[in-house]
C-alpha cells in the first residue's frame, strides 16, 4: 500500500461522501479507492469510514485523521514545490467554473499573459452560470456574481459589477422608450428574464434615484440561465436588459444597445472567488487567485478600493 495515495483517497472520499465520486475526480478505478481506504484502516487498527448502502459517513476517529491528513498532504506539497528554483515554478491541473460572459469577454483574452508566466499550469475551465458542487465536482475554485448563500465555502470578494438598464434601439421602436422603470411593469413593456442558479427564479431589480426607490420585476417572454444568451435576447430585441457595464460597452459603441434611465442608481453585483472550505490552497492556485483578482481590478474594482 502506498500510505500517500491512501491518505489521498481516504481525504477524497471524506469530501464527496462517495467512494464513486472519489475514484471519478481521482481517476482511479472504485475497487482501488475502496481497497487503498480498507488498507489504511486495517494499517490503523480503527475505523475511517462508517459505510451503508446509500451513503459514507465519518467515523469520530476518521474526522480527527481527516484534519491532520488534509495539513500534512499540503504541507508535503509546498516542500515539494519549495525543493529548488525549478520545482518553484507552479504546476498541475486546475480545475475553474467561472460565468459565460466574464471568462469570454475579460478572462480568456487576458490569459496568454498568465500562460506566458505561468507555462506549467494547465487549466481546464467550465464556462457556465450554473451552480457548481465544487467538493463533488473536483473543481479548485469558482468566480461568481452576486452573494454567496453557501457559507460553508471560502470566499474572497474580487470586485463589484457596475449595472446599468439597456435595450436594442429595435425593442424601443417597438415598445417606445420607457421614462420611468415603473413602466416597465406595463402590459407593453417585456424585459428579458435571467434564472439566477442559486434560486432558479426571475428576481426584481432594486433601483434608486434621491429617495425615491423601486424594485422592477416585469414581464418576459424568454427568460435563459446564460450570461450570453441573455445578452443576445437583448441584442436581438426581446426586451428590456439589466447589464454589467462591461458587458454592454461595446455595443452601446456601435448603436446595437442604448442605456436607460441613467439618473438611477443600481447597487453593483458583488464578484466572489470561492474554493472549498479544508482544501489546501496550492502555490498553482494562489496565482491563480492573485491573477484573477488583478485582472477583474481593472474591469470592476470594488467599489471605494481601487485607484487605477
Known amino acids: ?15 464527496t461522501g462517495s467512494f464513486t465520486k472519489a475514484a471519478e475526480t481521482l481517476r482511479m478505478s472504485k475497487t482501488s ?9 486495517a494499517r490503523l487498527r480503527v475505523k475511517l469510514l462508517n459505510r451503508t448502502t446509500r451513503k459514507v459517513n465519518v467515523t469520530a476517529d476518521g474526522a480527527a485523521y481527516y484534519e491532520r491528513v488534509v495539513r500534512l498532504l499540503a504541507d508535503m506539497d509546498d516542500a515539494e514545490t519549495s525543493l529548488s528554483n525549478a520545482s518553484a515554478a507552479p504546476r498541475g491541473r486546475l480545475r475553474v467554473d467561472v460565468p459565460s460572459p466574464l471568462a469570454r469577454m475579460i478572462l480568456i483574452p487576458a490569459l496568454p499573459a498568465f500562460h506566458a508566466q ?5 487549466l481546464d475551465m467550465g464556462v457556465s452560470d450554473r451552480r457548481v458542487d465544487l467538493i463533488g465536482e473536483n473543481v479548485d475554485c469558482v468566480v461568481r456574481g452576486g452573494e454567496l448563500t453557501d457559507q460553508s ?7 463589484d459589477l457596475q449595472l446599468g438598464v439597456y435595450a436594442a434601439p429595435s425593442y424601443l421602436e417597438r415598445a417606445g422608450t420607457p421614462s420611468h422603470p415603473q413602466a416597465l411593469q406595463d402590459s407593453h413593456h417585456r424585459i428579458v428574464g435571467f434564472h439566477w442558479a442559486r434560486t432558479g427564479k426571475v ?6 434615484r434621491d429617495a425615491e426607490s423601486i424594485k422592477v420585476q416585469g414581464r418576459y417572454l424568454l427568460a435563459v440561465d446564460d450570461g450570453n444568451a441573455y445578452l443576445a435576447a437583448g441584442l436581438a430585441g426581446m426586451g428590456v436588459l439589466w447589464l454589467p457595464d462591461y458587458m454592454a460597452k461595446a455595443h452601446c459603441e456601435r448603436g446595437e444597445l442604448i442605456r436607460l434611465f441613467e439618473d438611477w442608481r443600481l447597487d453593483p453585483m458583488p464578484l466572489y472567488l470561492a474554493f472549498p ?3 489546501h490552497v496550492s502555490r498553482k ?3 491563480f487567485i492573485d491573477w484573477v483578482v488583478d485582472v477583474i481590478a481593472r ?3 470594488i467599489a471605494g478600493r481601487y485607484d487605477p
Open 277 to 279: 472550505p479544508n482544501r
Open 1 to 15: 500500500m502506498d500510505r500517500i495515495d491512501a491518505m489521498q483517497a481516504f481525504a477524497r472520499v471524506v469530501e
Open 153 to 159: 465555502l471560502m470566499a474572497r470578494r474580487v470586485g
Open 299 to 301: 474591469h470592476a474594482p
Open 285 to 287: 492556485l494562489r496565482v
Open 33 to 41: 479507492v475502496t481497497q487503498l481506504v480498507q488498507q489504511l484502516e
Open 118 to 122: 505561468y507555462p506549467d499550469i494547465q
Open 203 to 208: 428576481v426584481p431589480y432594486a433601483m434608486q
